[in-house]
């Protein structure tokens, strides 16, 4: 199985002991550099993710053949994140997300204001901002 595990802002403190368990047998555990500090005491393979996700792909085969993978995001996955990739790649029925808080919806609640009616879209990966302000004011 590929589990996708969302991780909030403070880091390892805000899984449950479900995605601790989960990330600790897995026999690959993939996630950018931040998150995989997180886990210095991890004992199998770590897979820092980059822009290459055909090469995290062909990780996450070799992988899943010996046992379950565990790759980590920010916040919820599903939310302008990996696992949609994932889920594409490998099929809803192998891939397993266990979301987290998303970054707006903890930052909203430090701030104290109702998160209703913002408009969520990204920026990430997106040449020039065009096409991102077209999509606001869409709306």
């Known amino acids: 199985m590929i589990y996708v595990i969302g991780i ?13 368990e989960i990330i600790s047998r897995a026999g690959l555990l993939a996630g950018g ?36 993978v565990a790759v980590l995001a920010t916040g919820d996955p599903l939310l302008y994140g990996i696992a949609a990739f ?3 790649r490998f099929g809803k029925a192998r891939v397993e997300v266990m979301p987290n808080v998303s970054v707006v919806q903890e ?27 077209k999509e606001a004011c869409a709306g």
């Open 8 to 20: 909030g802002i403070s880091g390892r403190p805000s899984l449950a002991a479900p995605a601790l």
């Open 33 to 68: 550099a931040r998150h995989l500090a997180e886990f210095a005491d991890f004992k199998g393979a770590r897979l820092p993710v980059t822009a290459d996700l055909d090469g995290l792909a062909k990780a996450v085969v070799m992988a899943s053949k010996k046992g379950d």
């Open 86 to 88: 994932l889920i594409r």
């Open 107 to 133: 930052s909203f609640s430090r701030i104290k204001e109702s998160a209703n009616g913002v408009l969520i879209t990204s920026a990430h990966g997106r040449r020039g901002l065009g096409g991102l302000v």
